[in-house]
C-alpha cells in the first residue's frame, strides 16, 4: 500500500513537472517546487548523518502542507499554499539565476548577431568584434555557472536571495567538494546535448519534408505541443531536478564537513555536532591539487557556454533560448514560432498548406 501510494505521488510529480515545462509561468512553478525539494534532501542527509531518523516528504504542488485550524480564509489559502511558495521561490530563484547569467548570454546573443552581421556586409574593419565579445562572453558563462549551483543550494537553505551572494560561504562549499562540482561540470555540459538534438530534428525534418508544411496549422501546433510535452515528460523534467538534486547533495555533504569544522552555521543542523580540528599538513599540495579539478570542470563549462552557438548552426534559436537555458535558469521547452501560432488562429488553421496561404497573405 505504501509503495502504491509513493508511486502514485512520483508519478502526479513527473505529470505536474512536464506540463510546467510547456510555459513560463508553469516552469516557475515546477523550479520553486525542485528547489523546496532539494532544501528538504539537504536536511534529510544531515538528519541522516547525526542519526536522527526523521522522514521528510516531498512538497506538495497545491495544497498547503498542514490544514489549517479553521475560518473560510484560511482553509482558501490552504488550497493554494504549496502552489503559491513554490511560485514565489521559482521567483527567486530565477531572479538570482539570471543575475549572474542574463550579462554574458546577452554579450553571447550580441557576438553572434555581431559577427554575423559583419560577415554579411563584409565589413573586415570589425572582424575582431563579434568573435571576441563571444569568448569574453563564454568565459563569463562558465565563472557563472561553476558558482551557480551551490550558491542556488544555500539559497534554498536560507530561503532569502540575499544568501545566495554570500560569496564566503559559497567559495567554501566549492573548496570543499572540488570532484563534487567536476561531476555536476560534466553533467551539466552533457544535459545541452539532447536539447541541441531536439532542435535539429524539428529543423531537418521541415527541411527534407517539405508536405509537413502542407499539413493544417492547427496540426502542426498540435503535433509540436506533443513532440515538446514528450521531451518535456522524458527528459527536460527529469535531467532538471537530477542535476539540482545532485548540487544538493554536495552542498549537503560539503557543508555537514565545515560545520564539523566550525566554518559553517544553519538552524536545520543539530546542535550535538561534534566540532573537530580541521586537518593540518599538506596545505598547498590539496589547494594545487583542488585548483586542477576545479579548473577542469571551469574547462568543462566552457564546452557548456559554447553550446548555444552549435545549436544556432543546426537550428536558428529564438533569442530566450539565450538568455533562458532549460537546465540553468528555467525549465522552459516549448517554442511556437508566432507566425504560425497566429496562422493556427486565423481562417486558414484548418485548411491543408494554410500556414503558407496565411505567409502569401501578408505579403
Same mark, same amino acid.
Given at each position: 500500500?505504501? !509503495?502504491?501510494?509513493?508511486?502514485? !505521488?512520483?508519478?502526479?510529480?513527473?505529470?505536474?513537472?512536464?506540463?510546467?515545462?510547456?510555459?513560463?509561468?508553469?516552469?516557475?512553478?515546477?523550479?520553486?517546487?525542485?528547489?523546496?525539494?532539494?532544501?528538504?534532501?539537504?536536511?534529510?542527509?544531515?538528519?541522516?548523518?547525526?542519526? &536522527?531518523?526523521?522522514?521528510?516528504?516531498?512538497?506538495?504542488?497545491?495544497?498547503?502542507?498542514?490544514?489549517?485550524?479553521?475560518?473560510?480564509?484560511?482553509?482558501?489559502?490552504?488550497?493554494?499554499?504549496?502552489?503559491?511558495?513554490?511560485?514565489?521561490?521559482?521567483?527567486?530563484?530565477?531572479?538570482?539565476?539570471?543575475?549572474?547569467?542574463?550579462?554574458?548570454?546577452?554579450?553571447?546573443?550580441?557576438?553572434?548577431?555581431? /559577427?554575423?552581421?559583419?560577415?554579411?556586409?563584409?565589413?573586415?574593419?570589425?572582424?575582431?568584434?563579434?568573435?571576441?565579445?563571444?569568448?569574453?562572453?563564454?568565459?563569463?558563462?562558465?565563472?557563472?555557472? *561553476?558558482?551557480?549551483?551551490?550558491?542556488?543550494?544555500?539559497?534554498?537553505?536560507? /530561503?532569502?536571495? !540575499?544568501?545566495?551572494?554570500?560569496?564566503?560561504?559559497?567559495?567554501?562549499?566549492?573548496?570543499?567538494?572540488?570532484?563534487?562540482?567536476?561531476?555536476?561540470?560534466?553533467?551539466?555540459?552533457?544535459?545541452?546535448?539532447?536539447? *541541441?538534438? =531536439?532542435?535539429?530534428?524539428?529543423?531537418?525534418?521541415?527541411?527534407?519534408?517539405?508536405?509537413?508544411?502542407?499539413?493544417?496549422? &492547427?496540426? *502542426?501546433?498540435?503535433?509540436?505541443?506533443?513532440?515538446?510535452?514528450?521531451?518535456?515528460?522524458?527528459?527536460?523534467?527529469?535531467?532538471?531536478?537530477?542535476?539540482?538534486?545532485?548540487?544538493?547533495?554536495?552542498?549537503?555533504?560539503?557543508?555537514?564537513?565545515?560545520?564539523?569544522?566550525?566554518?559553517?552555521?544553519?538552524?536545520?543542523?543539530? =546542535?550535538?555536532?561534534? *566540532?573537530?580540528?580541521?586537518?593540518?599538513?599538506?596545505?598547498?599540495?590539496?589547494?594545487?591539487?583542488?585548483?586542477?579539478?576545479?579548473?577542469?570542470?571551469?574547462?568543462?563549462?566552457?564546452?557548456?557556454?559554447?553550446?548555444?552557438?552549435?545549436? @544556432?548552426?543546426?537550428?536558428?534559436?529564438?533569442?530566450?533560448?539565450?538568455?533562458?537555458?532549460?537546465?540553468? @535558469?528555467?525549465?522552459?521547452?516549448?517554442?511556437?514560432?508566432?507566425?504560425?501560432?497566429?496562422?493556427?488562429?486565423? !481562417?486558414?488553421?484548418?485548411? =491543408?498548406?494554410?500556414?503558407?496561404?496565411?505567409?502569401?497573405?501578408?505579403?
Amino acid at each position: 500500500m505504501k !509503495r502504491g501510494i509513493k508511486f502514485a !505521488r512520483l508519478l502526479k510529480a513527473w505529470l505536474f513537472g512536464s506540463l510546467g515545462c510547456l510555459s513560463f509561468l508553469g516552469a516557475t512553478v515546477t523550479a520553486g517546487w525542485t528547489y523546496r525539494l532539494c532544501r528538504r534532501r539537504i536536511i534529510g542527509y544531515w538528519n541522516t548523518q547525526s542519526g &536522527v531518523l526523521e522522514l521528510h516528504r516531498s512538497p506538495r504542488w497545491i495544497r498547503g502542507e498542514q490544514k489549517p485550524a479553521g475560518g473560510k480564509w484560511n482553509r482558501f489559502k490552504w488550497l493554494f499554499g504549496s502552489l503559491k511558495l513554490n511560485f514565489l521561490t521559482g521567483i527567486k530563484h530565477v531572479s538570482t539565476a539570471l543575475l549572474v547569467t542574463l550579462l554574458p548570454g546577452m554579450m553571447l546573443a550580441f557576438a553572434w548577431w555581431g /559577427g554575423w552581421n559583419n560577415s554579411f556586409h563584409k565589413g573586415y574593419e570589425q572582424s575582431g568584434v563579434g568573435p571576441g565579445l563571444g569568448v569574453l562572453a563564454i568565459l563569463l558563462m562558465a565563472l557563472a555557472m *561553476i558558482y551557480l549551483p551551490m550558491a542556488q543550494s544555500h539559497q534554498a537553505m536560507s /530561503g532569502t536571495m !540575499r544568501s545566495f551572494f554570500d560569496l564566503k560561504t559559497v567559495a567554501r562549499v566549492i573548496s570543499r567538494s572540488p570532484w563534487g562540482n567536476l561531476l555536476l561540470a560534466v553533467l551539466t555540459t552533457l544535459s545541452g546535448l539532447p536539447l *541541441i538534438l =531536439s532542435a535539429l530534428y524539428l529543423s531537418t525534418a521541415a527541411a527534407s519534408k517539405p508536405v509537413l508544411l502542407e499539413m493544417p496549422p &492547427v496540426e *502542426i501546433v498540435a503535433f509540436l505541443n506533443s513532440y515538446y510535452f514528450l521531451w518535456a515528460m522524458l527528459y527536460v523534467f527529469p535531467a532538471f531536478v537530477m542535476l539540482r538534486l545532485l548540487a544538493a547533495r554536495i552542498y549537503a555533504k560539503a557543508a555537514w564537513s565545515l560545520a564539523s569544522e566550525g566554518k559553517y552555521h544553519h538552524g536545520d543542523l543539530p =546542535s550535538h555536532l561534534e *566540532i573537530r580540528p580541521p586537518k593540518m599538513g599538506g596545505k598547498w599540495p590539496r589547494r594545487a591539487w583542488k585548483s586542477l579539478v576545479i579548473s577542469t570542470a571551469y574547462a568543462s563549462l566552457v564546452a557548456f557556454a559554447m553550446q548555444p552557438l552549435f545549436s @544556432q548552426f543546426a537550428a536558428a534559436v529564438p533569442v530566450k533560448r539565450w538568455l533562458l537555458h532549460p537546465m540553468v @535558469q528555467l525549465p522552459v521547452h516549448r517554442h511556437i514560432p508566432q507566425p504560425l501560432q497566429e496562422a493556427a488562429s486565423s !481562417r486558414y488553421g484548418h485548411e =491543408s498548406g494554410g500556414f503558407i496561404s496565411w505567409l502569401d497573405d501578408q505579403e
